[in-house]
Nanobody, 122 residues
Framework: QLQLVESGGGLVQPGGSLRLSCAAS????????IGWFRQAPGKEREGVSY????????NYADSVKGRFTISRDRAKNTVFLQMNNLKPEDTAIYYC???????????????WGQGTQVTVSS
């Protein structure tokens, strides 16, 4: 069964950090672009970051540049999103998905995970 499972979300104070994980089962992440997306209540799902299949190319939304870092661990078949200096506006459900295309558009992605909640609040 092809599946992506996100984990690592939680409640954190402004300025804090979290590391999200996107673990794959049923397929190897190596062959795909993996993207992170988020959706806040009442808003559309937006692209946060992606990493190419080789890991040599990454991209970030302007709102998270300099604060978030995406990486992949081939041995663990997992992609990570390190989130530092978190802000209240980062509060959302975070999802990962796979694609053959390097894009920040959700429509290019498939096999979405169930999401993990990130809440930034004092």
């Amino acid at each position: 069964q092809l599946q992506l499972v996100e984990s690592g979300g939680g409640l954190v104070q402004p300025g804090g950090s979290l590391r999200l994980s996107c673990a794959a089962s049923g397929f190897t992440l190596d062959y795909y672009v993996i993207g992170w997306f988020r959706q806040a209540p009442g808003k559309e799902r937006e692209g946060v970051s992606y990493i190419s299949s080789s890991g040599g190319s990454t991209n970030y939304a302007d709102s998270v540049k300099g604060r978030f870092t995406i990486s992949r661990d081939r041995a663990k078949n997992t992609v990570f999103l390190q989130m530092n200096n978190l802000k209240p506006e980062d509060t959302a459900i975070y999802y990962c998905a796979r694609s053959r295309i390097r894009s920040m558009l959700p429509s290019w992605y498939e096999y979405w995970g169930q999401g993990t909640q990130v809440t930034v609040s004092s």
